[in-house]
């Protein structure tokens, strides 16, 4: 971390920009090497001190022990993989092609640029625009958004399904590992809440406990001032603070994911043809669910990638994917829905939202022929909404 300044200043040859960007690479390592400094601290105060050193009883060890480990294993393992998948970038198909490139760098008037951007949308499968109707583009990327889809300054690419930026796991959590990050939440709770747990009775004893120095002058059932003291107490105060404060966290993403929202998308709502809905992704909270944890139960609990989908296209409670499907979809659409009697079109919005070409019926017709190539490109398919 300290070169950083001596490399600046050194004959300037070095640009300062880029010793700076290696500075916050490095930096930004600095919230899991904490993590990781608490989490190596607290299995040798629960093993050696409290398990070893501490405990007497063979029985209580050997359970304590296995059913640490377990924990420990799963929590580090979920851990590792929310801070080493890479977050997934949009593919190729939503760059802009060289010559569209070339002419919306050339045009100066943002109407032209949407124009081009509009055209070069109209087969991807796009149904989200700005709060302004415009083509969500990444000028940094050069790249059309994919719905739920945004650039991360911190990681400097476009995230798929872009949940935040954490600093602790020093990664983008989305697509690609919003399930591990969950889990992650899941494992390091039931992680703190076992070792405060088991912790307990002996941080009441070391909190009571003989201050003589000598075993033979000690009660039966009080510990000593050992080292050990210090590493359970702490132990404890430790694993609590962390449980009460990630609780609060996983609370809040158990509620996302059963709504289908990104933590984005909670602070503000994706726009749709029909307006901004926070609800637009959602499929019901047993669809939702699966969408992140996968269609098989098996692997729910394990930090292996099983979420559905490719990340670029995902089925709406607006959007209907199979044009087989329309009739069934469209009798289920809930009445509230705000949208137009017929189902949502599986067009992109593109064309709807530009003022001056908008036209409905055009549109309609040309839907058709388009669901033919969009089914081809979906992954999967909503047959029934539930509400
Ligand atoms: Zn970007
Ligand atoms: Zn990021």
Redesign the pocket.
């Known amino acids: 971390m300290a070169p950083a300044g001596g490399g600046g200043s050194r004959a300037g040859k070095m640009a300062p920009s880029h010793v700076l960007k290696c500075c916050q690479k490095v930096l930004a390592w600095v919230p899991v090497a904490f993590i990781a400094l608490v989490v190596a601290w607290s299995y040798y105060a629960y093993v050696v001190e409290l398990c070893l050193f501490t405990i007497t009883s063979t029985g209580e060890k050997v359970v304590y022990l296995v059913i640490f480990h377990l924990s420990f294993v799963m929590f580090v393992w979920s851990y590792w993989k929310t801070i080493f998948t890479s ?1 997934a970038s949009p593919s190729s198909e939503f760059c802009l092609s060289k010559t569209d490139k070339e002419q919306y760098e050339k045009e100066e008037r943002p109407e032209s640029q949407q124009e081009i951007l509009r055209r070069a949308a109209k087969d991807l499968p796009v149904y989200t625009t700005t709060t302004s109707r415009a083509i969500r583009y990444c000028d940094r990327c050069q790249l059309i958004k994919p719905d739920r889809c945004h650039h ?1 300054s ?2 400097d690419l476009c ?1 798929l399904k872009m949940d935040h ?1 954490c600093p602790w796991v020093n990664n ?1 959590v989305g697509f690609s590992n919003y399930k591990f990050f969950l889990l992650f939440l899941l494992y390091s709770l039931l992680y703190c809440l076992f070792v405060a747990a088991t912790v307990l009775q002996y941080f009441i004893k070391f909190w009571t406990l003989c201050r003589r120095k000598s075993a033979e002058n000690c009660p039966k059932n009080e510990l000593l001032d050992t080292r050990a003291k210090f590493h359970v107490l702490f132990l404890f105060f430790v694993a609590a603070m962390f449980f009460i404060s990630i609780l609060s966290l996983f609370s809040y993403h158990c509620w996302l994911v059963g709504k289908n929202r990104s933590t984005i998308e909670a602070f503000r709502a994706p726009m749709f043809r029909n307006g901004p809905d926070k609800n637009g992704f959602s499929l019901g909270c047993s669809k939702n669910l699966k969408e992140v944890f996968g269609d098989e139960k098996k692997y729910w609990l394990l930090p292996i990638f099983t979420s559905l989908g490719d990340g670029c296209n995902f089925p709406t409670r607006l959007v209907i994917m199979d044009p087989e499907q329309l009739t069934v979809s469209s009798q289920n659409e809930p009445a509230k829905s705000s949208g137009p009697s017929q189902p949502f079109p599986t067009r992109p919005l593109s064309e709807s939202q530009n003022r001056l070409l908008a036209n409905d019926n055009q549109w309609a017709e040309a839907s058709s022929e388009d669901e033919n190539v969009k089914s081809g490109v979906k992954k999967h398919i909503v047959v029934s909404l539930e509400s």
């Open positions: 977050p991360c911190a990681c995230v930026h983008c």
